[in-house]
């Protein structure tokens, strides 16, 4: 079947068609038209505006709903698709509603119908997928443990069966996304700034790698002494909480960290340093240490207590670095099988609610769901 995906969580607008075959666990997907439009509006705010984003929405949709149908040839078909795929949450409300009602206008000009669709649910499914050509869901070994790392969500997700969940972790306040944003703005660093933390902690790794007893450190045990004393030890870096790490149980914090980290700039102010790009690069890479520990540690026992056998990481910090390597070390020990989504697939698309929307379709045995009962649901769970 032919399916059109609509995405409209937060600032990116996404618009794929693709034929869709098969069942839960032997699916197969070709990507026939797969369009996305990013907000660079929001930049120069330091961070999204839904009103300014949903405005970027309805101008966005047509567009691209234009382009998908004139690259595939089926603009001029009365039904050019057999069904539609449309994000209903989690996400900004105003954003969703943007692009539902845009879906179910579609559906009934087409008289097709629609299948709401679970954002983070794509993002679990996203690990399958390609923005072009071809791809395939494959039968994966169970328990599987789904880690979900954006800007909105830390989440540890376990599936004793095959699109089951069951969240058993998550964080009590800010996302890790949130967390290395706030954190760049801190740094005086662009937005979205996660990126930029990762590309100067990256930078930074590789220098300390190369240079034993380098400057770094030398700097760094010098503010530790300016603001702890003589006793300091000459060999200290800075050194950021791990929050929630040895709790019993699978749940995040990133609040403090993110405290920590402004009250670190604030001393080394007082303290008469510069923060200059150096000292930035320094912060990036303890942060970004400390956030990614928290995850993998938790990751550890998780896999230890459930004898997990397939690992799924996705959403937007899934394409950091660090994170990715970090995981790799995890799984390749206990012989795990690990699944990444691409980088183009980590941040939000529509290619990934096409995949949850045409499973879900298959599971729910082709039900088809009345378009006014479908509404955005801002906090909705996995």
């Known amino acids: 079947m032919r399916i059109l995906s609509i995405e409209t969580s937060c600032d990116d607008t996404g618009i794929t068609i693709f ?4 069942g839960l666990t032997n699916a197969s997907f070709k990507i026939l038209s797969d369009n996305l439009a990013s907000q660079k509006i929001h930049a120069e705010y330091g961070g999204v505006f839904p009103v300014l984003a949903k405005r970027e929405h309805a101008k ?3 567009l691209l709903l234009a382009h998908a149908l004139k690259k595939t040839k089926l603009e001029k078909k009365k039904k050019p698709v057999d069904a539609i795929a449309v994000t209903y949450g989690p996400g900004l409300e105003m954003c969703l509603w943007e ?14 119908p629609l299948i709401p669709t679970n954002h983070m649910e794509g993002h679990i499914l996203s690990v399958f997928g390609k923005h072009k050509g071809s791809f395939k869901v494959e039968k994966l070994k169970t328990p599987i443990l789904a880690l979900l790392v954006s800007g909105g969500h830390t989440q540890l997700v376990l ?9 058993i972790g998550e964080t009590v306040d800010d996302a890790v996304g949130e967390a ?43 503010f530790q002494q300016k603001i702890m004393g003589a006793d300091a030890k000459q060999s200290s ?17 990133y609040s403090g960290l993110k405290t920590s980290v402004l009250y670190l700039i604030r001393d080394l102010e007082k303290s008469g340093q510069k923060i200059n790009d150096k000292i930035k690069a320094e912060i990036a890479l303890e942060f970004e240490n400390a956030a990614i520990e ?59 609610i096409g995949i949850a929307g045409y499973l879900n379709f298959i599971k729910n045995k082709k039900k088809v769901i009345k378009p006014d009962t479908i509404k955005a649901t801002g906090n909705l769970r996995v």
Request: with cysteine; aromatic share 8%; charged share 25%.
């Open 19 to 22: 034929e869709a075959k098969g």
């Open 60 to 62: 966005n949709l047509p």
């Open 99 to 112: 692009g539902i009602t845009f879906a179910k206008n579609l559906a009934k000009e087409w008289s097709v």
């Open 159 to 167: 599936m004793k069966g095959w699109m089951q969940y069951e969240i």
């Open 180 to 222: 290395f944003d706030k954190v760049a703005r801190m740094l005086g660093l662009p937005y979205p700034g996660g990126p930029y933390i990762s590309k100067l902690a990256e930078e930074e790794r590789r220098l300390l790698r190369g240079i034993p007893g380098s400057a770094t450190a030398r700097t760094r045990a010098n």
């Open 237 to 253: 870096p800075f050194i950021l909480p791990r929050p929630m790490m040895y709790t019993k149980d699978f749940n995040f914090s």
């Open 294 to 352: 928290c995850i993998t540690h938790k990751v550890k026992r998780v896999i230890e207590k459930y004898g997990i056998k397939t690992v799924i990481i996705g959403g937007g910090v899934a394409a950091n670095k660090h994170l990715r390597s970090e995981m790799k070390k995890i799984t390749t020990k206990g012989e795990i099988k690990l699944l990444l989504p691409t980088l183009e697939l980590s941040r939000d698309n529509s290619v990934m």
